[in-house]
């Protein structure tokens, strides 16, 4: 019964769908950088910093995952075939992710009030690292998406696998900073 409300909301509500759901796990993956990688402490944890990568997650991320899903659709095909998924990743992982991982470490920045010159610095300190790791980790991820996965449930899948991804990259952001005010 769930999953057919679910299914019925993915149909009439796509992108709203992807936000939420991609804002929630976003925070979760805050989460568990601050409790587990950083090893915080209750009375230290930053409930704001939560609520800004739940907020960006469902105000960018998630929606910005949902078109592109879609647009590869719509103009590489949906069919299950090796050569539509192959152009799907390459297309994925070297137009998206390289441009996307720009937009994502600038915005994440922004929304905690960081002005330009530090963003720039933050992009110039890693972003290249961080573009690196991720072709570490989403070409075989976007290969096995794109292939078996409806898309209807791509984002779903692609967040599932980002909850590990969510949280490297709340940590490595959230390290840039510290060394920047240290």
Known sequence: MV???????????FVLVQALQTGILMGTS????????????????QFKRT???????????GPTLAIWYRLLARY???????????????????????????????????IQGKDATHIKNELALKYKDILLTNYQIWPAVQLINFYLVPLNYQVLLVQ???????TYLSWKTQNVMKTHED
């Open 160 to 166: 599932s696998v980002a909850i590990f991804w969510n």
């Open 3 to 13: 999953f057919k409300a679910y299914q019925r909301l993915l149909k009439d509500r």
């Open 51 to 61: 609520g800004q990568f739940a907020i960006f997650g469902m105000t960018f991320v």
């Open 30 to 45: 805050d989460v568990i950088a601050q409790f587990v990688i950083e090893k915080k402490k209750l009375k230290e944890y």
């Open 76 to 110: 590489i095909g949906q069919a299950k075939s090796s050569k539509v998924t192959l152009q799907k990743v390459a297309c994925d992982q070297c137009i998206f992710a390289p441009t996307f991982l720009v937009f994502f470490i600038s915005g994440i920045n922004f």
